[in-house]
Nanobody
Framework: EVQLVESGGGMVQPGGSLRLSCAAS????????MRWVRQAPGKGPEWVST????????TYADAVKGRFTISRDNAKNTLYLQMNSLKPEDTALYYC???????RGQGTQVTVSS
């Protein structure tokens, strides 16, 4: 079965860090452009970051640039999002998705609050 399963979300204080994981099954993650997207309550989806297939070039939304890092472990067929210096406005449901596809995970909740 082709699927994506996220984990690693939780509640953290402002300035804290979290690492999200996205385990892929049924396909080879490194053969596709992959992205992280987030959706805050009452708002539409917001693109966060993309990593390209092959060489793994990365791009980031301005709101997270310098704080978040997207990466992947080809041996584990897993995508990651390292999030540092978290802010309350980063609170959202985060999900991974395969670019140019409807395939996405169910998401993992990140809440940044003191």
């Amino acid at each position: 079965e082709v699927q994506l399963v996220e984990s690693g979300g939780g509640m953290v204080q402002p300035g804290g860090s979290l690492r999200l994981s996205c385990a892929a099954s049924g396909f080879t993650l490194s053969n596709y452009d992959m992205r992280w997207v987030r959706q805050a309550p009452g708002k539409g989806p917001e693109w966060v970051s993309t990593i390209t297939f092959g060489r793994g070039y990365t791009t980031y939304a301005d709101a997270v640039k310098g704080r978040f890092t997207i990466s992947r472990d080809n041996a584990k067929n897993t995508l990651y999002l390292q999030m540092n210096s978290l802010k309350p406005e980063d609170t959202a449901l985060y999900y991974c998705a395969r670019v140019t596809s409807q395939l996405r995970g169910q998401g993992t909740q990140v809440t940044v609050s003191s």
